[in-house]
């Protein structure tokens, strides 16, 4: 875990991650930047972006620069719990690996909903 956008990115230098969970309202950098600059580095990581100030813009931009989900706060843990399997499955598929034991419940819809 990280609490900046500087620590996640340094974290990112040492170390292998599946999936990132970022919060478009860091004190450091906006989400959506960093989501590029992970895009730019990493660009096999999983990326959902969450934020509780939503705009129409932002999810475009999300989109646009990496995200593989866009969701708005609050965020139903059974509803993430879903997106973070499904992310993972997709991760396990593009790299050809099979890892049920990761899975936290079934996957049943696309990454690309918001919870209200």
């Keep these: 875990m990280a609490e900046t956008a500087q620590e ?8 292998s ?4 969970l970022i919060d478009n309202r860091l004190p450091d950098m906006e989400g959506i930047t960093l989501l590029s600059h992970i895009q730019s580095t990493l660009p096999n990581m999983k990326r959902i972006l ?3 100030f939503p ?15 866009y969701l708005i ?7 993430l ?9 997709k991760q396990a598929e593009s790299e050809n690996i099979n890892t049920p034991e990761t899975s936290c419940g079934p996957s049943q819809s696309s990454p690309f909903t918001t919870s209200s």
Excluded at 8 to 15: D, G, I, P, Q, S
């Design 50 to 52: 969450m934020t509780g």
């Design 81 to 89: 719990i879903r997106i973070v399997n499904e992310m993972v499955s």
């Design 8 to 15: 996640a990115l340094t974290k990112l230098e040492t170390r």
């Design 55 to 69: 705009t129409p813009e932002d999810n475009v931009k999300a989109l646009n620069r990496g995200a593989d989900a």
């Design 17 to 20: 991650y599946d999936l990132a």
């Design 73 to 79: 706060k609050p965020i139903k843990p059974d509803e």
